[in-house]
T-cell receptor, first 114, second 114 residues
Framework: GENVEQHPSTLSVQEGDSAVIKCTYS??????FPWYKQELGKRPQLIID?????GEKKDQRIAVTLNKTAKHFSLHITETQPEDSAVYFCAASSWPGGYNKLIFGAGTRLAVHP | DVKVTQSSRYLVKRTGEKVFLECVQD?????MFWYRQDPGLGLRLIYF???????EKGDIPEGYSVSREKKERFSLILESASTNQTSMYLC?????????????FGPGTRLTVL
């Protein structure tokens, strides 16, 4: 069935360094790839997303890249700050079909140390 | 402001009790979802609904049922709670009318079954 694998499960970086989280998906029909950030004790919230007709998207210190041939996409955070510490989830969905349902990765716990 | 609310933030129940978790959204979304979140396992889909009175099983439906009598409300039911259902439960909603659109989460209900 549909599956999204996410790596690494934990990531520890020094403030100011870059962080990269990688995901692979199994359903070649997937065409929408969002990333959610969940701070401790809070709900997951969308931070960036990318559609299948785009290879890269940036929003300030955050960027996402997509390689449809290899079926993988990545989240890049530059100049990390302590407030970037959170659990990050990647997801994939396809439309039409699949009820517009998101398939989530298992999450990456990012710790940014001052 | 977009809102998904859940009836309780914390809930403690006894083994064998029937448990109701309620979720309400005010965005007129067609699709609603119930997830459970456990450390290291990410967001696992229990059930979802794409319309009033419609429901589909997710990845881990065993031991759960759902009800959607009104568009804005989606209920998760534990017919006979067991200790292995102790978890964080997250409700979410998403529009079916837009192809690429954000999924919104509720604040979560932390359920403890003793």
């Amino acid at each position: 069935g549909e599956n999204v694998e996410q790596h690494p499960s934990t990531l520890s970086v020094q403030e100011g360094d870059s962080a990269v989280i990688k995901c692979t998906y199994s359903d070649s029909a997937s065409n929408y790839f969002p990333w959610y950030k969940q701070e401790l004790g809070k709900r997951p919230q969308l931070i960036i997303d990318i559609r299948s007709n785009v290879g890269e998207k940036k929003d300030q210190r955050i960027a996402v890249t997509l390689n449809k041939t290899a079926k993988h996409f990545s989240l890049h955070i530059t100049e990390t700050q302590p407030e970037d510490s959170a659990v990050y989830f990647c997801a994939a969905s396809s439309w039409p079909g699949g009820y517009n349902k998101l398939i989530f990765g298992a999450g990456t716990r990012l710790a940014v140390h001052p | 402001d977009v809102k998904v609310t859940q009836s309780s933030r914390y809930l403690v129940k006894r083994t064998g009790e029937k448990v109701f978790l309620e979720c309400v959204q005010d965005m007129d979304h067609e699709n609603m979802f119930w997830y459970r979140q456990d450390p290291g396992l990410g967001l696992r889909l229990i059930y979802f609904s794409y319309d009033v009175k419609m429901k589909e099983k997710g990845d881990i439906p065993e031991g759960y049922s759902v009800s959607r009598e009104k568009k804005e409300r989606f209920s998760l039911i534990l017919e006979s709670a067991s200790t292995n259902q102790t978890s964080m439960y997250l409700c979410a909603s998403r529009s079916a009318r837009l192809i690429f659109n954000e999924q919104f989460f509720g604040p979560g209900t932390r359920l403890t079954v003793l």
